[in-house]
C-alpha cells in the first residue's frame, strides 16, 4: 500500500520513513517551540503550527516544521519549480508559503543576521543584512539548504539542514522562527515565534527569542 506520505526526491538521512521517525530522527528528541498567528491571520487553514530545531555541529541547524490542521487548503509550490533556478535558489519566497529562520549571533540582535528561506517545493533563498532590514545581500559560498516536505490531510511536515557560515561557528546562536501561510484564495497568514509591533515583522529585533 503506498503510504499516505508524499515527499521530496532527496530524503535527508535522518528521517527514514514516517514509522520510524520517532527512533531515527535526531529532532524528536528535543522539545518544540509553538508558533503564533499575527492576529489579522486570514489564512484559516492551519490551526497548529510546532518548529524543533538543534545544531549537531557548530556550522550546521537541523529544523523540522510541523503544520496541522487542513493542509489541503494551503497552497504548496510545484516541486517541478526548483529547476527554474541554480540549486534551488530563488528569490521572492516570502511571497507565498514558506518556512523561515532568521539567525543572529548570540546577543547581538539587531546586529547582523542571516535569513533563510524554505519553500515546499524544495526550492530556498538565503541572505546576509548588516542589521535590521538593512544591507540586504544573497548569502554565498554555502551549500545548499537540504529539504524534505512529507504531508498528509492534517499534517504538513517540513524537514531542512542548514549549513551556517564559519562566522558564526563559534557563538551561540539567537533564531526567529517563522512560517508564511498561503491558503487557496492567496491571502497570506503569518505565524512566527513572537510578533513585535503592529503589523508582521520577522525581522524585528525583538522576534529573536530561540537561542542555541
Known amino acids: 500500500m503506498r503510504s499516505p506520505w508524499h515527499h521530496s526526491a532527496e530524503v535527508p538521512v535522518y528521517i527514514i520513513n514516517i514509522r520510524t521517525r520517532e527512533a531515527s530522527n535526531p529532532l524528536s528528541r528535543h522539545p518544540s517551540v ?28 537541523l529544523l523540522e516544521y510541523e503544520l496541522r490542521g487542513d493542509v489541503a487548503g ?7 519549480a ?17 518556512m523561515e529562520v532568521f539567525i543572529g549571533a548570540g546577543s547581538a540582535a ?12 524544495g526550492r530556498w533563498a538565503a541572505y546576509r543584512f548588516s542589521g535590521y532590514r538593512a544591507g540586504m545581500a544573497p548569502l554565498t ?3 545548499p539548504p537540504r529539504i524534505e516536505l512529507r504531508t498528509q490531510s492534517e499534517r504538513l511536515l517540513l524537514a531542512a539542514q ?6 558564526l561557528a563559534a557563538t551561540s546562536l539567537r533564531l526567529g522562527l517563522a512560517v508564511v501561510v498561503e491558503n487557496a484564495q492567496g491571502q497570506l497568514g503569518y505565524w512566527a515565534l513572537r510578533h513585535a509591533g ?11 527569542e530561540f537561542e542555541i
Open 74 to 80: 494551503v497552497l504548496l509550490a510545484d516541486p517541478a
Open 198 to 208: 503592529d503589523r508582521p515583522d520577522f525581522h524585528h529585533p525583538d522576534s529573536f
Open 34 to 61: 509553538a508558533l503564533t498567528p499575527f492576529t489579522a491571520d486570514p489564512a484559516a487553514a492551519i490551526r497548529q503550527i510546532e518548529v524543533r530545531v538543534t545544531r549537531p555541529a557548530p556550522t550546521r541547524l
Open 82 to 98: 526548483a529547476a527554474a533556478a541554480p540549486n534551488g535558489f530563488t528569490d521572492g519566497l516570502w511571497r507565498h508559503t514558506c
Open 110 to 121: 539587531p546586529g547582523p543576521y542571516l535569513e533563510f528561506n524554505l519553500a515546499p517545493g
Open 162 to 167: 542548514l549549513a551556517i557560515p564559519a562566522d
Open 141 to 143: 559560498g554555502i551549500e
